[in-house]
Each structure stands twice: as structure tokens, then as C-alpha cells.
């Protein structure tokens, strides 16, 4: 890991070598944000989609891009080309992170910073066989988190504790509620089946909007399957034909374990279900058309 090329303000050097200053208000305040490429067979996946979500993150925090697009490909492309090189790895996460950068410590956004640019890639931990087979399992809780989840930011404690009480309990993720309703899990969006439809939580404050929104939109459409973004009671989450996640990590899995108990009904109970395996196939198949 130590010797990982990275690239950090300008400059690709060796992990163990990249510093930054204590008065980053990134580390001070964990004032910036974040996007996660997945990169498959060397490519760059969705990217223009990963960049809007970036410039929605940084505008909604007064952070000013300091990048085109065009150089920002550039970079991910550097980058998946050394760690391809380094580990012979084809299907990779590219992390990009942006603070304000460099200032006395104050609570007030000052003007005029150049902001801290971080970027690294690592290879792929997909899915395993046995979850694609079987489905995985979550836990349940409040969602306790701040109330601006529409922001990909580096403060996410709120997140690392939530992801813990799923780690603590043997699951992969922990599925939160607002008031009732759905919003997300700890890094992963949440998605149900009923009657062959797939539903999502409408977009709003309290979710981030994963790039899947968009993506599995256009694979149901793909599929024939009917898509709707409502408010989802817990109860219908609980209640639902199936459940899923997404994520750039994830793709989209089946949960078929909540809370101990088994997710759907009849033959198909505690079992991956039809929509899932539908997507999951269209999916595929969209990884191959739509890198860059």
C-alpha cells in the first residue's frame, strides 16, 4: 500500500510520501467531499454522471471545482493505469476527495482557499459468488444521521456508526428510516420489489442520489419493469416482494435477510427474486456499453 501511486495537489507520487496540513479544513472539519468511480476492465464507468454529482456536492458546499472534465478524466485515467500496472488489476474504485484546503481554524467558510485535491485507485471487491447466490443480509435502525444526506461529504461518522451495528451483527449493511419512511442505508441506496415494480425513496435532503437512480430507471426500462420513486413506508419494506441495494461497489444485490427474518414470501422467501436477477443481468450488460 505504501507504494500505490496517488495523486495529490498536482503531483502522482507514492502513498507513504502524500501529506497534508493539519489546518486542512477537511481534517479539521471534515469540510469537503467525495465521489467513487468504478472502473471496469479499465474503464470508467457512468463518469459523466459521477462528475455532475460532484459539482452538485461541491456547489452546494461553496467549493469551487478547480478541474474540467476533461482534466479530471485524465487523472482517473492516469491513476487506473498505474494501479493496473502495479496489480494487475482491471476493475478498480477511483476516490476522488476535495476539501476547502488550507486555513486558520474558524467555523466560517473562507474565501479565496485553493482547495486540497486527493485521488487514489484501489482494485474492485465485488460481491462475492455466494452473495449473488444466496442474497445478504441487514439490520434495521433510525436514521440518525445529519439532515443534508443529498450531500456526498467526508463528514460521515453519522455512516461509519451505522455500518458498524450491521458489521457488529454479522450483515452488510444497515437499512435507516426517518419518521417512518425509508431514506438509505449506511453506504448503499435501498430499492424494493412489489408486484414486479421496483420503488426507490424520492429524492430529497435526507438521500443521496446514488448514480444508480438513473441507471436502474433506464434498465427497467430496458426490462419492461415499472419504476417509482414515492415515499416508502417501513412497513412496506418490511412487507416487500424483495429488497435491494446499490452502489458502486455493490452494483445491485438482493437482501434477503432483515433483522433475522427472511425477506419475501412463498417459494421465493429468503431468496434473490426475479426483478433483482433481471437487472442484475442488465446490469452486466451495461458495464460493457457504457464505460469510457
Given at each position: 500500500?505504501?507504494?500505490?501511486?496517488?495523486?495529490?495537489n498536482?503531483?502522482?507520487?507514492?502513498i507513504?510520501?502524500?501529506k497534508?496540513?493539519?489546518?486542512?479544513?477537511?481534517?479539521?472539519?471534515?469540510?469537503g467531499?467525495?465521489?467513487?468511480?468504478?472502473?471496469?476492465?479499465?474503464?470508467?464507468?457512468?463518469?459523466d454522471?459521477?462528475?455532475?454529482?460532484?459539482?452538485?456536492s461541491?456547489?452546494k458546499?461553496?467549493?469551487?471545482?478547480?478541474a474540467?472534465?476533461?482534466?479530471?478524466?485524465?487523472?482517473?485515467?492516469?491513476?487506473?493505469?498505474?494501479?493496473?500496472?502495479?496489480?494487475?488489476?482491471?476493475?478498480?474504485?477511483?476516490?476522488i476527495?476535495?476539501t476547502?484546503?488550507?486555513?486558520?481554524?474558524?467555523?466560517?467558510?473562507?474565501?479565496?482557499l485553493?482547495?486540497?485535491?486527493?485521488?487514489?485507485?484501489?482494485?474492485?471487491k465485488?460481491a462475492?459468488?455466494?452473495q449473488?447466490?444466496?442474497g445478504?443480509?441487514?439490520?434495521?435502525?433510525?436514521?440518525?444521521?445529519w439532515?443534508?444526506?443529498?450531500?456526498?461529504?467526508?463528514?460521515?461518522?453519522?455512516?461509519?456508526l451505522a455500518?458498524?451495528?450491521?458489521?457488529?451483527?454479522?450483515?452488510?449493511?444497515?437499512?435507516?428510516?426517518?419518521d417512518?419512511?425509508?431514506?438509505e442505508a449506511?453506504?448503499?441506496?435501498?430499492?424494493?420489489?412489489?408486484?414486479g415494480?421496483?420503488?426507490?425513496?424520492?429524492?430529497?435532503?435526507?438521500?443521496l442520489?446514488?448514480?444508480?437512480?438513473?441507471?436502474?430507471?433506464?434498465?427497467?426500462?430496458?426490462?419492461?419493469?415499472?419504476?417509482?420513486?414515492?415515499?416508502?413506508?417501513?412497513?412496506?419494506?418490511?412487507?416487500?416482494?424483495?429488497?435491494?441495494?446499490?452502489?458502486a461497489?455493490?452494483?445491485i444485490?438482493?437482501?434477503?435477510?432483515i433483522?433475522?427474518?427472511?425477506?419475501g414470501?412463498?417459494?421465493?422467501?429468503?431468496?434473490?427474486?426475479?426483478?433483482?436477477?433481471?437487472?442484475f443481468?442488465a446490469y452486466?450488460?451495461?458495464?460493457?456499453?457504457m464505460?469510457?
Amino acid at each position: 500500500m505504501n507504494d500505490a501511486l496517488v495523486y495529490l495537489n498536482g503531483d502522482m507520487l507514492p502513498i507513504s510520501q502524500a501529506k497534508v496540513s493539519v489546518l486542512d479544513r477537511g481534517f479539521i472539519f471534515g469540510d469537503g467531499i467525495y465521489e467513487v468511480v468504478p472502473v471496469y476492465g479499465q474503464r470508467l464507468f457512468r463518469f459523466d454522471e459521477h462528475m455532475a454529482r460532484l459539482d452538485r456536492s461541491l456547489a452546494k458546499l461553496r467549493i469551487p471545482n478547480p478541474a474540467s472534465r476533461d482534466a479530471w478524466l485524465a487523472r482517473c485515467r492516469q491513476l487506473v493505469a498505474a494501479t493496473s500496472q502495479a496489480t494487475g488489476a482491471q476493475d478498480q474504485l477511483v476516490y476522488i476527495q476535495l476539501t476547502r484546503g488550507v486555513a486558520p481554524r474558524d467555523h466560517v467558510m473562507p474565501v479565496g482557499l485553493t482547495p486540497t485535491v486527493f485521488m487514489m485507485a484501489n482494485p474492485m471487491k465485488p460481491a462475492t459468488p455466494e452473495q449473488r447466490h444466496k442474497g445478504v443480509a441487514c439490520i434495521t435502525a433510525r436514521d440518525f444521521r445529519w439532515e443534508r444526506g443529498d450531500i456526498k461529504s467526508t463528514s460521515l461518522l453519522g455512516n461509519v456508526l451505522a455500518r458498524q451495528m450491521s458489521a457488529d451483527h454479522g450483515a452488510v449493511e444497515t437499512i435507516m428510516f426517518r419518521d417512518g419512511f425509508l431514506t438509505e442505508a449506511a453506504a448503499s441506496n435501498v430499492w424494493i420489489a412489489h408486484e414486479g415494480a421496483l420503488l426507490g425513496p424520492p429524492k430529497s435532503d435526507h438521500v443521496l442520489e446514488g448514480i444508480r437512480f438513473e441507471l436502474l430507471r433506464e434498465l427497467c426500462e430496458e426490462c419492461g419493469i415499472a419504476y417509482n420513486l414515492r415515499p416508502i413506508p417501513e412497513a412496506d419494506v418490511l412487507a416487500a416482494d424483495e429488497v435491494m441495494l446499490s452502489s458502486a461497489t455493490k452494483e445491485i444485490i438482493a437482501v434477503t435477510q432483515i433483522d433475522g427474518e427472511p425477506v419475501g414470501h412463498g417459494a421465493l422467501r429468503g431468496k434473490p427474486g426475479p426483478v433483482y436477477a433481471r437487472l442484475f443481468e442488465a446490469y452486466q450488460r451495461a458495464k460493457a456499453a457504457m464505460a469510457i
